[in-house]
């Protein structure tokens, strides 16, 4: 993978989560390298806004940046396109140029976002 951010890091939380969902889609090493080396990079560096990142506002937090993906296009889930289903909520820091991925889950599996996680994590 390209460097296309100064870091991009994984939260522990974000390690487990993701860990359980490679062994029910076998694809997401490769899905979730091309995300960060189209999606992000287009949204974030680019300005191309497609609907697929969104900025979770209504939480409190004006800093970090919070962000939840809603268009991840997922290989193993066949036939859904990018609204695979599959939902990743990151931060990101502009004046740093890091991403930071908090949380990966599949709409089937969970219906929303941990909140409790991110207000845990970046809250006052």
């Not at 989560?17 to 076998?26: A, G, H």
């Not at 191309?48 to 506002?57: A, E, F, L, Y």
């Not at 296009?73 to 990743?88: D, F, Q, Y």
Request: charged residues 40%.
């Amino acid at each position: 993978m390209t460097k296309i951010f100064s870091e991009v890091r994984r939260l522990p939380e974000f390690e487990r989560d993701y860990k359980k969902l490679k062994k029910k889609f076998r694809t997401l090493d490769e899905d979730f390298d091309t995300f960060v080396e189209t999606q992000l990079k287009l949204f974030h560096k680019l300005g191309v806004d497609n609907g697929g990142c969104v900025r979770i506002s209504d939480i409190g937090i004006e800093r970090p940046q919070i962000y939840k993906v809603l268009k991840f296009a997922c290989k193993a889930l066949k036939g859904r396109g990018s609204k695979s289903g599959i939902r990743i909520t990151y931060t990101y820091y502009p004046d740093e140029d890091v991403i930071e991925f908090i949380e990966i889950y599949f709409k089937g599996d969970k219906s929303r976002e941990g909140r409790d996680r991110i207000l845990r994590i970046y809250g006052q």
